[in-house]
């Protein structure tokens, strides 16, 4: 069984894409939680921040610098939006590649958790 974001960065499986570089592709959440809801992935397959080390770190780098650009691109940046990488089960991490959402478009996004 593959990886459902890797075939998406492939091609294989379509999406909305908003942005992509070298090293980072972007596209719609297909189940948006906010009026703009882009998730963004590294084209290096990574399954979350447990993955991390000094070694693969750019990787945030790379994931962060394109939020911003993201966040230029779509409008979000004048008014604010909020960054959530869902890590693990508890975290309620389903797609295991790591994965930043951008959320906004909304004059409030409300509480950050509503458990
Ligand atoms: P997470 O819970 O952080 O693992 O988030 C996974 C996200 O992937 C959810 O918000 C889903 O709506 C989204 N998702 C699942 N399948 C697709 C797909 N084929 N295209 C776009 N987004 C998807
Ligand atoms: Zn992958």
Same mark, same amino acid.
């Given at each position: 069984?593959?990886?459902?974001?890797? $075939?998406?960065?492939?091609?294989?499986?379509?999406?909305?894409?908003?942005?992509?570089? %070298?090293?980072?592709?972007?596209? %719609?959440?297909?189940?948006?939680?906010? +009026?703009? /809801?882009?998730?963004?992935?590294?084209?290096?397959?990574?399954? $979350?921040?447990?993955?991390?080390? /000094? !070694?693969? *770190?750019?990787?945030?780098?790379? =994931?962060?610098?394109?939020?911003? %650009?993201? *966040?230029? !691109?779509?409008?979000?940046? *004048?008014?604010?939006?909020?960054?959530?990488?869902?890590?693990?089960?508890?975290?309620?991490?389903?797609?295991? /590649?790591?994965?930043?959402?951008?959320?906004?478009?909304? +004059?409030?996004?409300? +509480?950050? =958790? !509503?458990?």
């Amino acid at each position: 069984m593959g990886c459902l974001f890797c $075939n998406i960065i492939k091609g294989e499986v379509p999406s909305k894409k908003i942005y992509e570089n %070298e090293r980072v592709y972007a596209f %719609e959440d297909i189940n948006p939680c906010a +009026p703009v /809801h882009v998730l963004v992935v590294h084209k290096t397959h990574i399954r $979350n921040i447990d993955e991390l080390d /000094h !070694s693969n *770190a750019p990787i945030m780098a790379d =994931l962060f610098l394109a939020v911003k %650009e993201i *966040a230029r !691109s779509t409008g979000l940046e *004048a008014d604010g939006y909020r960054v959530i990488i869902n890590n693990g089960k508890a975290g309620g991490q389903v797609i295991w /590649h790591l994965h930043v959402h951008v959320l906004g478009g909304l +004059p409030d996004l409300g +509480p950050m =958790l !509503s458990v």
